[in-house]
Each structure stands twice: as structure tokens, then as C-alpha cells.
């Protein structure tokens, strides 16, 4: 349980440990940069509250294959939004990873969340301005025949 946090291609990485019940039993200080939230103030609290409301189903589901030892090594990770501490939502891509006791039983499940907020919003916008040039050109279309009928003549069509 000695991991340390730590940076890669600028991005923040979050290292938590929770128990088997979804409750912080460990963060690391960094949790005050990325979420805002001292560590004193996620532990012992339950990690559900911190998912946005429409991704809690997905969370959960990721949440009990860990529980439940269902989730393999090359499953892909998951995206989701996370509460911040000024309850604002950011992107989050999370992976998960049980924790076996002696037993072979789950102890708790390790999780890494790193910050994509910027390149989700950016995608976003992308398909945004995608849709808006599809939606611009077909304006430009339908004006380009209103024209052409109005001048009663045939004129090139814009493509």
C-alpha cells in the first residue's frame, strides 16, 4: 500500500484505495491538486458520492467486477466525471484493480484516476463545430438552390 503518486505526459495521476464497501481507507496528498479535497476529507467517506449522478450505474458496475475478482488485467479502463471539491465535474479516465487477502478473497481494490477533462471537452467541441459544418452546409445548399431558382437559371451547386 506504499505506492506513490506520480506525473506522466503532464497529467495528474490519483492513486486511492478503498474498501471492498466502496469507502476511502487511503489517498495520497495529491487528491488536494487534482480534486481539491484534502485526503482527511475523502477518508472514510464513500467513493459513490464523488460520480456524477448519470455515470453512477456504469461506476458501480466497474466497481462490483473488482469486488467480485470479474475484471481481468486487459480490461480497458473507464471514463468518468468526477465530483471536484468547488462541485464542479471533471473527466476522469479510472482503472481498478482487487486486492487479494490471504484468502484469495478481495481485501480492497487499488484504483489510478488521471485527468482527461481537457481532451474530453476538446472532442466535444470538435464534434460540435463537425455538426455545425454539416448543418452549415446544408444551409449553403439549400440557399444556393433558392438562388438558383430565384435568378431562373441553373447555377453551380456549392459542394
Known sequence: MKTAPRK???????????????????TYPVSRKIY???SFDLIGNRI????????RIEFRMLFNRNRFQLIHSNDPSKEFRIRQQDGSYKWFEVHAKPMLD??????????TTK?????????????????????NHGQLKDLSTYLSRRLNGPQPSVR
Not at 115 to 135: E, F, G, N, P
Open 48 to 55: 459513490f458520492e464523488l460520480i456524477h449522478p448519470d455515470d
Open 36 to 38: 481539491g479535497f484534502q
Open 115 to 135: 485527468d482527461i477533462d481537457k481532451r474530453i471537452r476538446t472532442a466535444q467541441k470538435i464534434r460540435q463545430w463537425k455538426k455545425d459544418l454539416v448543418l
Open 102 to 111: 490471504k484468502s484469495n478473497n478481495v481485501a480492497y481494490i487499488v484504483f
Open 8 to 26: 506522466t505526459n503532464q497529467q495528474q495521476e490519483f492513486i486511492g484505495i478503498v474498501s471492498t464497501e466502496g469507502i476511502f481507507l487511503r
